[in-house]
């Protein structure tokens, strides 16, 4: 063989070589990245179940200290939460030493500092389980078990973006009134022997307060963020106009997503797919009303977005809005994270994990057979859309690799 052929054929079998290397560490890349997204479901399913326990025996801090510790970036809690059933057992239970009214909102609420002064957001009951909201998907007021049942949820997704949020029953009467203000204690009244208040919010009268039964009112409390990590607020850019016959841009643009991907801070960073999470989160809850987000202030689009305010959440377990998934189809890209996730949730698995994660609330049964039969449903719409994206554009394509090392110090 000529040395110009033998010099040609090395040639070629270097190239072949080069090329089959990096084939092989992308598959191998590939495959241990999924086998940690494996393992990571499976520690969730292991810990599924959180004892409410007043115990603290992996530290000497309270348990406010170590829930404000563990909020970072793109985490409000680690995936590895020993202390999580303390924590919340202190949200259940703790005294309440002040009762306000709500911070500004459309919806009812109240907050409450508890002792050791860590505020929480109060949301009575309004509904019973079995009630069905009919009407526009974002109608109704506000569910107290939504929020419950959407923490649990952001906790089996893995995104961990939701503030830790607990079932608490509280008596009006000897825990709340002692302790309001003139603000929050002028709207309370007597119905029958029901005590009930309005509070003071855009949509409060006092035609329409919410009322215990007796004196006892069941709600939900979601844990206040600490102060040192300030909230910046977003208009989400797939909110709704909600002005009759008005639609929003993206409802009739299907090139919308292209426009979006040019405007900060979606145009890099994770923030576009933190919308798109979003949007399969709350088309899952069947949360259309996320008109607004959070993010932590000053970010440049680097934190997550906040997963605040989900009790617009299963008012009808029969009604499937596809709309809250516009940023999925239209954009048509999802983490790989997150994909691999979902797919380890069906066949029921969804349902179960849930049911179970919430079966140690203070207020459970937190949803109705109902809502959690309607959540398989809905997660196979889901994969439906992402394979009409894989197969219009590509699995190379849709699958986005966007894994983050998180750490708490």
């Known amino acids: 063989m000529k040395l110009k052929q033998r010099v040609v054929l090395l040639a070629i079998l270097l190239v072949i070589f080069i090329f089959t290397k990096v084939f092989l560490i992308d598959n191998l890349d590939t495959s241990a990245a999924n086998r940690e997204d494996q393992r990571a479901f499976h520690r969730m399913m292991a810990s599924l179940r959180v004892e409410l ?3 603290l025996e992996h530290t000497l801090q309270s ?22 059933g303390a924590v919340m057992h202190a949200m259940a239970t703790k005294k309440i030493i002040k009762a306000d009214v709500g911070y500004k909102g459309t919806q009812l609420k109240a907050l409450l500092m508890l002792e050791g002064g860590q505020k929480v957001v109060f949301k009575p009951k309004r509904y019973a389980r079995d009630y069905v909201v009919e009407g526009e998907p974002y109608a109704g007021y506000d569910r107290h078990n939504a929020e419950v049942a959407a923490f649990h949820l952001d906790r089996i997704l893995g995104f961990r973006r939701a503030p830790l949020v607990v079932g608490r029953f509280v008596n009006l009467r000897t825990e709340i009134k002692p302790v309001a203000t003139e603000q929050l204690l002028s709207t309370f009244l007597t119905i029958g ?13 006092e035609t329409e307060p919410a009322c215990a039964e007796g004196d006892t009112m069941e709600g939900s409390v979601t844990l206040w963020l600490p102060d040192v990590w300030p909230l910046q607020k977003h208009r989400h850019p797939w ?45 899952l ?3 259309a009303d996320r008109h607004h987000y959070e993010s932590f202030q000053d970010d440049e689009g680097a934190s997550m977005l906040i997963l605040l305010d989900n009790a617009k959440s299963f008012g009808n377990p029969s009604l499937d809005e596809r709309s809250i998934l516009a940023p999925l189809y239209q954009c048509c890209i999802i983490r790989v994270s997150t994909w691999n996730r979902l797919n380890y949730l069906k066949n029921g698995a969804l349902k179960s994990a849930l049911k179970s994660a919430m079966s140690h609330d203070p207020i459970s049964p937190v949803l109705s057979a109902a809502h959690l039969d309607a959540l398989d449903q809905r997660l ?12 219009q554009f590509g699995p190379d394509s849709v699958l986005v690799e966007d894994r983050m090392t998180l750490s708490h110090l």
Do not use: H, M
């Not at 022997?193 to 409060?204: A, L, S, V």
């Not at 196979?380 to 197969?391: E, G, R, S």
């Open 63 to 84: 348990p406010w200290e170590i829930a404000a510790q563990w909020v970072v970036p793109r985490e409000v809690y680690p995936e590895e939460t020993p202390e999580l």
């Open 380 to 391: 196979l719409n889901i994969l439906a859309t992402v394979k009409q994206c894989t197969d």
């Open 239 to 283: 909110g709704r106009t909600y002005r009759e016959g008005k639609l929003a841009r993206w409802e009739y643009d299907e090139s919308y997503c292209d426009a979006v991907k040019k405007t900060s801070p979606y145009d890099s960073g994770p923030r576009l797919l933190d919308i798109i999470d979003t949007a399969i989160f709350d088309y």
């Open 193 to 205: 022997n029901n005590t009930c208040f309005y509070g003071k919010c855009y949509y409060c009268r």
């Open 53 to 55: 326990d007043p115990r």
């Open 285 to 287: 809850i069947g949360n």
